[in-house]
Nanobody
Framework: QVQLVESGGGLVQAGGSLRLSCAAS????????MGWFRQAPGKEREVVAR????????SYADSVKGRFTISRDNAKNTVYLQMNSLKPEDTAVYYC????????????WGQGTQVTVSS
């Protein structure tokens, strides 16, 4: 079992920045791959970024490449999402998720944190 708690969401103007954090507990953090997902009103949940167990491999949705950075600190059991140059279309509930198996589908989810970008 992995418990995930996100923080750092809020209201920001377009062009601004936010950093989301996700604290994990319950299982050796370095044994799980982590990801950030988001869901906007009326839309399906989508992947934003993923990071490997060691942090050496990352991937991003095309819509956030060059603006968002995912990172992790295995000593602190925390994964981060640095979001720069935010746009109104980034407005969504952001979730962190953990994957322990070989599937790309996360098994564990946080409760989500709201990010609102005003124009």
């Amino acid at each position: 079992q992995v418990q995930l708690v996100e923080s750092g969401g809020g209201l920001v103007q377009a062009g601004g920045s936010l950093r989301l954090s996700c604290a994990a507990s319950g299982r050796t953090f370095s044994s799980v791959r982590m990801g950030w997902f988001r869901q906007a009103p009326g839309k399906e949940r989508e992947v934003v970024a993923r990071i490997s167990r060691s942090g050496g491999i990352t991937s991003y949705a095309d819509s956030v490449k060059g603006r968002f950075t995912i990172s992790r600190d295995n000593a602190k059991n925390t994964v981060y999402l640095q979001m720069n140059s935010l746009k109104p279309e980034d407005t969504a509930v952001y979730y962190c998720a953990a994957t322990s198996g070989g599937s790309s589908v996360p098994e564990y989810w946080g409760q989500g944190t709201q990010v609102t970008v005003s124009s």
